[in-house]
């Protein structure tokens, strides 16, 4: 469908995807739907065609709530709309958006699904976040590696500071 194809990346690795690659000489046992009968026809011998192999992948935002983002009300607040302008464009994409709040690790998290339906969610996640805490990047990194499960593109919303809470 649709949402399938949008969300699919190449990878360098050889599957059933949808755009070709290269032939192979034909073996015994592999798909017939994958013979390259125009080669066939010109060679005489039977290729089959080999295609990227292609994967789904969400976009994880983590996004920095520690006190040094709220240190300033314009840095927490530009930070949020960027974070709901890049969930929406994610979301426009027909990809999976997965929202992470961070400070001193990763807090409870919000995932969307591939349709722009559930912004009001995402826009009423992000307007309850509050800032507060010290930044533990490395913590909270670590227990998002550890949490995931397949390939996702990783976008880091964050000043990098690192403040105790005042």
Known sequence: GRASAATQR???RLG??????????YA???DVRFV?????ARTDRLLRRLFHEHSEADVAILLD?????????ATFDYARRTAAAL???????????RLLPLA???QTALTTGRRTERMADVLAFLGGLTSGGRTDLSTSVGEFVRRLSQPATVLLIS???DCQEQ
């Not at 969930?87 to 958006?97: G, I, K, W």
């Open 16 to 25: 059933d995807g949808l755009e070709f690659a290269d032939h192979r000489a």
């Open 36 to 40: 390259d009968w125009t080669a066939y």
């Open 65 to 73: 709530v520690s006190a040094s983002m709220g240190a300033d009300s």
């Open 28 to 30: 015994p046992g592999d």
């Open 87 to 97: 969930a929406y464009v994610s979301a426009a994409s027909l990809e999976r958006v």
């Open 10 to 12: 190449r990878s360098r």
């Open 104 to 106: 001193e690790g990763l």
């Open 159 to 161: 000043d990098l500071l």
